[in-house]
């Protein structure tokens, strides 16, 4: 083998392109081939980032520039006049406070009752364990659309519309199963020896979940809590049904109804979008080790 | 003597019994709330939502019911909405997943590589996929305008048509399709790196010293590896985009001339906007089994082949 590869790449004739390609990036050329990455990662960041970061300039700036063809605002073209005028907004206020509400709840239901199913799914084993996971996991296929009309009535008739427990629940239904699903796959990673250690020590079954196996899922909880707050947050679906004042109304919601209200305005609109985006990616930043790693490990195991 | 050990052992079997039996009901008992819930909150609304695809109801008065058996169903053969929404959603979902998955393997080769400041990439690449969709849409709408958005003045610059795309029938779909793609890559690209990551290294060593390059590797040695999380992230996102509704109705709302309309805004206005409960739920259940028939056939054959 080893002697067909090397008289191919002497002669240079008769090799098929993958095998040319292959000759080349074997030589150890490190440089030149994180020089390569580099590139491919600007392309993929150009085109994942840089509309990101250009809409947050962008709302730096004031209204002449936005609608001038212009794309570098100058320096003397920066304020924060924007932000004075959409944060001084009475609605935008109480959007904010009915989000940050909303999905603060919905993160601690959803951690409570995952957790307890997760620990249950981990470490219990009993008749109908496996379909009850897969039937968890099975939700997710299910079209909202098609719940969403029996489950407004039902919601109706539990006098639940437009309130905020109402929004909690069904956001916290949303998330329990994959929410559930990370956490078992971090309990799962914990020894099961920790366990019968603290048995010997006459910690009772609760007593272990608290005391041993919580605090080895911090990076666990943090990744199930920042999609839970997530899904919440970022809702817009389950909220355009459930609330029907502007006492319920969260930031997507109100952000809907924004651009398609001041469809000029898109200095204002533009902001209100970053401030609502700020508080996930800030999240983010906190957890974002976990979740590239908590993606690899703990979520993707098998079920 | 004997008795003794008997007796014993007679007991220490009916504790570990009881034990046993505390356990079970302890194990039910901690799972009892997210089941409570789930099946509250979409078993139940899933049941109903089929039977009432049997059924005509209106929005204003729900209570009201008539058994019309498969009428609906006759409906939508006839419906050239529905079937241009069907059409369209087959459509969209492909596309986009396959696109994803092909831009999301390369992300992953480039995010696997440990060249100094990766971990930092892998990080901020993932910010698309957390941003608000309402955000997504809005920022998509900004760039697109005409006059100011940005890719229009480039557009402009460079001499080529300027045009809001979201208001133009033919370009309106790819801009949903772009919206997908620019949204679900960097969960594709995670998912895959990470498995790339657990493959051990002896065998590409192996592979190498039985003479394969680095894209015999990739074939021979990656890809099979990686199947699994493939079949995962493909069968998650299938479901995901066929089901989404908001991409759709926030961006475009079906339109323009309904080149847009998908299955789940289509429902979604025929139950909230014209009130025709029993004919969205209809459809609804057409999508569910499609999404079934769909996960069933593809997990079967990969595990087959």
Redesign the interface.
Known sequence: MATETDAATRSGTGMSLSDRVDAWLDEDMSVRRAIAVYAVLGVFMSFLLVPVIYMVLVTFTGREFLYSSQLIPALSDLTIENYEQVLSRGAFQSYFVNSVVIASSTTALTLTVGTFAGYSLSRFDYPGHDSLLVAFLGTQMLPYVLILIPFFLLMFTLNLINTHIGIVIAHSVIATPLATWLLKGYFDDIPESLDEAAKMDGCSQLDILVRVILPLSIPGIAVAGFYTFTVSWNDFLLVSVLSQTSATRTLPLGLQLFQSQNQVAWHLVLTAAAVTMAPVILLFALVQKWVVEGLGSGGMKGV | MATETGRSRVGRYGEEFRELFS??W???A??L???I??AA??????L??IQ?AFFEASLLN?NQQTFVGLEHFGTMLSDSVFRTALWQTVLLTSVAVTIQYF?GL??AV??K?K??GI?F????????W??????MV??????V?V??G?VN??F?QLGLPTKYWFGDPDMAFPMIVLMHV?RN???YA??L???M??IPETQYEAAQL???????RFRHVTLPQIS??SM?MIVLHV?FT??N??IV??STGGGPLGNTEV??TY??KT??ETYA?GY??SM??V??VI??VF?TVYVKLEDTG
């Open positions: 356990e079970t302890l194990g039910y901690l799972i709330p997210a089941t819930l789930l909150i979409i078993v139940y609304p899933t109903r939502g009432l729900p831009l390369s992300l480039v995010l590589e060249v100094p971990s990439f892998r990080s901020i690449s993932m910010v698309s957390v941003l608000p969709i309402i955000v809005i920022l998509f709408r900004f760039l305008q006059g100011f940005p003045v480039i402009g620019w890559v960097p969960f995670i998912a790196m990470a498995s990551n657990s039985d003479g394969a390059g680095p894209l015999q699994y999380v995962i479901i066929f089901n509704f908001d109705y926030l299955l789940a429902v979604y139950a909230f409960l969205a739920a609804g259940v999508m569910l999404m079934l996960t």
